[in-house]
């Protein structure tokens, strides 16, 4: 399996900007379709976006459509999430997600790997 690891939370203002980024690293990335997933306080982790394995396909939560892109590179071995126009109810803790072949899939237990997450907080 390929093993993940997220950067990039932190806190920030309302209307404000964050780049997560998920490194990975053991298997040949491009074979993995990735997802963000968040995970709010006594909440199940929810969906937040996908994109398939050259990135020819995306797909977002209705909650954060126009708001934040997702993008890859194979080259780097990373995923990005680009959070723009922040929200407090956008407070989570981010995951990341790979799962081998090339569909966008929607439901955490459709994945495999996983990272550990990272925070994002975000204040009114």
């Known amino acids: 399996q390929v093993q993940l690891v997220e950067s990039g939370g932190g806190l920030v203002q309302a209307g404000g900007s964050l780049r997560l980024s998920c490194a990975a690293s053991?298997?040949?990335?491009?074979?993995?379709?990735v997802g963000w997933f968040r995970q709010a306080p006594e909440k199940e982790r929810e969906f937040v976006a996908a994109?398939?394995?050259?990135?020819?396909?995306?797909d977002y939560a209705d909650s954060v459509k126009g708001r934040f892109t997702i993008s890859r590179d194979n080259a780097r071995n990373t995923v990005y999430l680009q959070m723009d126009s922040l929200k407090p109810e956008d407070t989570a803790v981010y995951y990341c997600?790979?799962?081998?072949?090339?569909?966008?899939?929607?439901?955490?237990?459709?994945?495999?790997?996983w990272g550990q997450g990272t925070q994002v907080t975000v204040s009114s």
């Open positions: 997600a790979a799962v081998l072949g090339s569909g966008l899939r929607y439901r955490p237990t459709e994945y495999r790997s």
């Open positions: 053991g298997r040949t990335f491009s074979d993995y379709a």
């Open positions: 994109v398939s394995r050259f990135g020819g396909s995306t």
